[in-house]
T-cell receptor
Framework: GAGVSQSPSNKVTEKGKDVELRCDPI?????LYWYRQSLGQGLEFLIY????????KSGLPSDRFSAERTGGSVSTLTIQRTQQEDSAVYLC?????????????FGPGTRLTVL | GNSVTQMEGPVTLSEEAFLTINCTYT??????LFWYVQYPGEGLQLLLK?????DKGSNKGFEATYRKETTSFHLEKGSVQVSDSAVYFC?????????????FGGGTRVLVKP
């Protein structure tokens, strides 16, 4: 079956612009996660959605970052007024139930470059 | 908070050599432990996992045993191949108030030479 998909695969933007990154999780998975992979910080958790519950936003680095999940499926991560330190690969993952033993399945990522 | 520490790379080996990547963790409860692998040009994928103490995860000739007494989850493979060249990430998942995010180690790059 289809895995997690993300778009765009690459995004180059100018400092100060807003960007939107999209994630399509595996069908039927109730949990969705966003992570960021950068050279300096490694792999960092950003935000977690589980069903209709309020999202866990504890990893968002600033109020310029926000995310939505519509209809329990597709998610969009929005970064406003991008800064050069936002340059990274943004990874989306989904898992069946969000339990601690669940395997998280990762998408290919969106490489964001802020000039 | 939770944390994962793994040996820094790069690790360079010859084909058929024995590979060990050390991983230790800090957690307040009873986490599940994972090894994820990122092959060149590909996304993160699960290699193996263990969900309770003394469990052994295994896949593709790799093994790791969940050792609660030493808070470790070392990855081993007896005979590596060139195709095992990748970056390996140790991670844990522990249920918290509002989620069970993965906490990753810094990654270990492994290069296997023919």
């Amino acid at each position: 079956g289809a895995g997690v998909s993300q778009s765009p695969s690459n995004k180059v933007t100018e400092k100060g612009k807003d960007v939107e990154l999209r994630c399509d999780p595996i069908s039927g998975h109730t949990a969705l996660y966003w992570y960021r992979q950068s050279l300096g910080q490694g792999l960092e958790f950003l935000i977690y959605f589980q069903g209709n519950s309020a999202p866990d936003k504890s990893g968002l680095p600033s109020d310029r970052f926000s995310a939505e999940r519509t209809g329990g499926s597709v998610s969009t991560l929005t970064i406003q007024r991008t800064q050069q330190e936002d340059s990274a690969v943004y990874l989306c993952a989904s898992s069946p139930w969000g339990g601690i033993t669940d395997t998280q399945y990762f998408g290919p990522g969106t490489r964001l470059t802020v000039l | 908070g939770n944390s994962v520490t793994q040996m820094e790379g790069p690790v360079t080996l010859s084909e058929e050599a024995f590979l060990t990547i050390n991983c230790t963790y800090t957690a307040t409860g009873y986490p599940s432990l994972f090894w994820y692998v990122q092959y060149p040009g590909e996304g993160l994928q699960l290699l193996l996992k263990a969900t309770k103490a003394d469990d052994k995860g295994s896949n593709k000739g790799f093994e790791a045993t969940y050792r609660k007494e030493t808070t470790s989850f070392h990855l081993e493979k007896g005979s590596v191949q060139v195709s095992d060249s990748a970056v390996y990430f140790c991670a844990l998942s522990e249920e918290e108030a509002a989620g069970n995010k993965l906490t990753f180690g810094g990654g270990t790059r492994v290069l296997v030479k023919p």
